[in-house]
């Protein structure tokens, strides 16, 4: 039961996480057909110039269902130790830590290592941010 709802918390990650992305990428659009940027981007997402192929969406969409059992497989293990009296504080708590450890960091490396612009940078981590609390909140519930 317990590979059930972590597949089910996958899966919830994975719907979430697209869904905000790909909203986020309509109002980002720009910096992605900026011409200053296209040596950045990986040969998966745009091997030419143009939209990505199909291909790194399914890459995406399986790269974001293995995050997702991550994600699930670390909250059912740390739950416990988050103060909160109710589930879904316990879910947004989770998902600022996550965030506050990972995305942060992650932005902060990015911006010194990779010729992007830092206002991508900063969507990007409030799109994690938001991703990971309603993802936190939602296995919270499955797993709770």
Request: positive net charge; glycine residues 4%.
């Amino acid at each position: 039961m317990k590979i059930l709802k972590l597949l089910l918390a996958a899966i919830l990650f994975t719907i979430i996480s697209e869904v905000i992305h790909t909203a986020e990428s309509f109002l980002t659009m720009n910096f992605y057909t900026d011409q200053n940027y296209f040596a950045v981007w990986s040969k998966l997402m745009m091997p030419v110039t143009g939209p990505p192929p199909t291909s790194f969406y399914v890459y995406s969409i399986v790269f974001t269902f293995i995050s997702g059992l991550i994600f699930a497989f670390v909250f059912s293990k740390v739950k416990n130790v988050i103060k909160a009296n109710v589930w879904w504080k316990i879910g947004k708590r989770f998902g600022i830590g996550v965030w506050l450890v990972a995305s942060i960091p992650w932005a902060l490396t990015t911006y010194l290592l990779i010729n992007l612009p830092p206002m991508l940078l900063v969507y990007w981590s409030i799109t994690s941010l938001i991703i990971y609390i309603l993802a936190g909140i939602a296995i919270a519930k499955i797993l709770k």
